[in-house]
């Protein structure tokens, strides 16, 4: 019932840029902290940015000065714009939030979308 899809991965040479979307929709009583997270092959899920109801953002150190994180008024769209991209970022994107549904909204829990593919290669 609460649906969270990434969009805007892709093949993007070193040094270049990509923007990622992620939309949040469904039964939503109320949207809290956003983030996105990455996951490399043979390597576990990891903290890309954060950004919570006050728009606090919070950053992995190996993303900082190269990324910045976005998130809408109505809490229910989020980006990652990503700058200086190296092999290194080469990974899949997971976009998470923090809901509380309308059928339970004393018990927010986090949503995670399908992920999105984002490879930095020459």
């Known amino acids: 019932q609460v649906r969270v899809v990434e969009s805007g991965g892709g093949l993007v040479q070193p040094g270049g840029s990509l923007r990622l979307s992620c939309a949040v929709s469904?039964?939503?009583?109320?949207?809290?902290?956003m983030g996105w997270y990455r996951q490399a092959p043979g390597k576990e899920r990891e903290l890309v940015a954060g950004?919570?109801?006050?728009?606090?953002?919070d950053y992995a150190d190996f993303v900082k000065g190269r990324f910045t994180i976005h998130r809408d008024s109505a809490n229910t769209a989020l980006s990652l714009q990503m700058n200086s991209l190296t092999p290194e970022d080469t990974a899949v994107y997971f976009c998470?939030?923090?809901?509380?549904?309308?059928?339970?909204?004393?018990?927010?829990?986090?949503?995670w979308g399908q992920g999105t593919q984002v490879t930095v290669s020459s």
């Open positions: 469904g039964r939503i009583f109320r949207v809290h902290t």
């Open positions: 998470n939030a923090r809901v509380a549904p309308v059928d339970n909204p004393w018990v927010p829990r986090g949503y």
């Open positions: 950004i919570n109801n006050d728009n606090r953002e």
